[in-house]
């Protein structure tokens, strides 16, 4: 923790989260940093959010924060006009208004060590944890134990379909919940996760020879090539799910560091709100079906 007796500015915890996630590892396309707010202002409360959404704004609004520290960035890409008559000009007029500043750490959050698939893995107790997907040697990025997903042994192997039960359980809940695919009796014993997006490392998982992987945003065709040729059980669970839990290890590194209070939203910025299941039918109603 600083041992300064003043509150921190917002440069002194842009620099401290540069230290721990420097914008150097996020990827080319990527658009980290300090967004808005004014340097020199005080921070005394951060709010940690997934989305900048107009939800999660308000909410921290009213819990009082002087600065926002998100993981998706707001202006991703680039605008030619931040009116207040639009959605994310909205935003931006409304943090401007409260003089609240406002902070992204994205993909330079998903490769540090920890990170935001170490904040995953821990929340089903893996060991011997090893980056899923290296950076390339010689880039910003390369060092030891940093990278993409996270790999490791659960505590206790488990089929798969006990291991999608326990995931539904130690995730934050979502309508979407967590579905899996592959043989329901298959026993996992090592896990690969990446949180948010992980459909691009089905390869990754398939090499590092883990039993099943959990990440979000799998689709249709990729996963079905990616079992049917013969690659580990898969878990897709909602994006926001497998993102949430990191907010907890940022908030405890900047309490340890500055003291300032800190507020963690729970808010479901997840797009999909409802979930049902197709009803099981008996054998004359199979029958009667077809």
């Not at 939800?55 to 609004?61: G, N, R, S, W």
């Not at 039993?211 to 065709?221: E, K, V």
Request: some cysteine.
């Amino acid at each position: 923790m600083s041992t300064s007796a003043a509150p921190p500015t917002v440069a002194d915890v842009v620099a401290a989260l540069e230290r721990r996630y420097p914008p150097a590892w996020a990827e080319d396309w990527d658009r980290v940093g300090l967004v808005l707010g004014e340097p020199a202002a005080v921070v005394r409360r951060v709010a940690c959010v997934v989305d900048v959404v107009a939800e999660t704004v308000a909410e921290a609004l009213a819990a009082g924060a002087d600065l926002i520290v998100a993981h998706h960035p707001l202006l991703l890409r680039g605008v030619s006009s931040v009116a207040p008559t639009t959605y994310k000009g909205r935003i931006v007029h409304d943090l401007i208004r409260a003089d609240v500043a406002l902070y992204v750490a994205h993909t330079n959050a998903d490769v540090a060590d920890p990170g935001v698939s170490d904040a995953l893995a821990a929340r089903f107790g893996l060991t011997g944890l090893r980056p899923l997907h290296r950076p390339v040697p010689g880039s910003p990025a390369a060092g030891e134990g940093r990278g993409i997903g996270r790999v490791g042994e659960l505590p206790t192997p488990m089929t798969l379909a006990e291991l999608t039960r326990y995931a539904a359980a130690v995730l934050p809940a979502t309508a979407w919940g967590v579905r899996a695919a592959g043989d329901p009796q298959r026993l996992v014993r090592t896990l690969a996760v990446s949180g948010g997006s992980g459909d691009s490392f089905l390869a990754e998982a398939t090499a590092a020879g883990v039993d099943a992987f959990l990440t979000a945003d799998l689709r249709h065709h990729p996963a079905g090539e990616h079992l049917a040729a013969g690659g580990p059980a898969l878990l897709d669970a909602a994006h926001w799910a497998t993102e949430r839990p990191w907010l907890d290890d940022l908030a405890a590194h900047l309490r340890a560091e500055f003291g300032v209070e800190t507020f963690v939203s729970d808010l479901d910025t997840d797009p999909w709100t409802l979930h049902a299941a197709a009803p099981a039918l008996d054998d004359k109603e199979l029958h009667r079906e077809g």
